[in-house]
């Protein structure tokens, strides 16, 4: 799961600026812009996620984090046009007018996915002990599912989708891993269930 949120998050970002050029261009502001506003979301994301770990940590709240942010990329494929145009209509300066762009199209859907490392960390974490072994490994896969996100984007998707495709198989893929969550945990209810029963019944022969 940390590789695929990894993936999808450096694969928004790499189509950020083929998104944004029919209106703002893809020069040194519109990158500067968008690398700027994922990395503040991303780092309100792990703010957020690591206070929302202290609290009843638990596998369907991780697997709204999935489902959460693929809702809040529908917009960018939705409606990217009505949000942009307005925006370059009425701030003549591309630098601002992308920044904001930037903003409402990438920040919300992004926070929600950096919210997933600080809490898979607090769901991984037996012992104190344990913690930072578990983060440093799970940051790797994260960090190679981000690597994996920039390169296959930019050296194939590009070549052999468009771009709503590309997002739509980004959020079909943020779908699938919340459900295969949702599913294992209702897997799991079930065995603990089932495995306490005979302890019950026999509790009440006795």
Do not use: C
């Given at each position: 799961m940390a590789f695929i949120s990894g993936f999808c998050i450096m694969t928004i970002e790499m189509l950020g600026a083929r998104i944004m050029s029919p209106y703002f261009g893809g020069s040194q502001y519109v990158w500067g812009s968008i690398i700027t506003i994922f990395m503040l979301a991303l780092a309100m994301g792990y703010l957020f996620g690591g206070r929302l770990s202290t609290r009843n940590p638990n596998a369907v709240t991780y697997a709204l984090f999935f489902i959460g942010a693929a809702v809040f990329s529908l917009p960018i494929i939705v409606f990217a046009d009505d949000i942009m145009r307005p925006i370059f209509l009425n701030i003549e300066d591309p630098r601002y007018g992308s920044l904001l762009a930037s903003i409402i199209?990438?920040?919300?859907?992004?926070?929600?996915?950096?919210?997933?490392?600080?809490?898979?960390?607090?769901?991984?974490?037996?012992?104190?002990?344990?913690?930072?072994?578990?983060?440093?490994?799970?940051?790797?896969?994260?960090?190679?599912?981000?690597?994996?996100?920039?390169?296959?984007?930019?050296?194939?998707?590009?070549?052999?989708?468009?771009?709503?495709?590309?997002?739509?198989?980004?959020?079909?893929?943020?779908?699938?891993?919340?459900?295969?969550?949702?599913?294992?945990?209702?897997?799991?209810?079930?065995?603990?269930?089932?495995?306490?029963?005979?302890?019950?019944?026999?509790?009440?022969?006795?």
């Open positions: 199209m990438y920040f919300v859907p992004t926070s929600i996915l950096g919210m997933i490392s600080p809490y898979s960390v607090r769901l991984l974490v037996q012992t104190s002990e344990h913690s930072g072994h578990m983060a440093g490994q799970l940051f790797f896969i994260s960090t190679i599912g981000s690597a994996a996100g920039t390169l296959g984007t930019s050296f194939y998707f590009v070549l052999w989708f468009d771009v709503n495709q590309i997002l739509w198989g980004s959020i079909a893929a943020l779908v699938f891993a919340g459900s295969v969550i949702l599913l294992f945990n209702y897997l799991r209810n079930v065995r603990v269930q089932n495995s306490a029963q005979p302890r019950y019944e026999n509790q009440y022969e006795k």
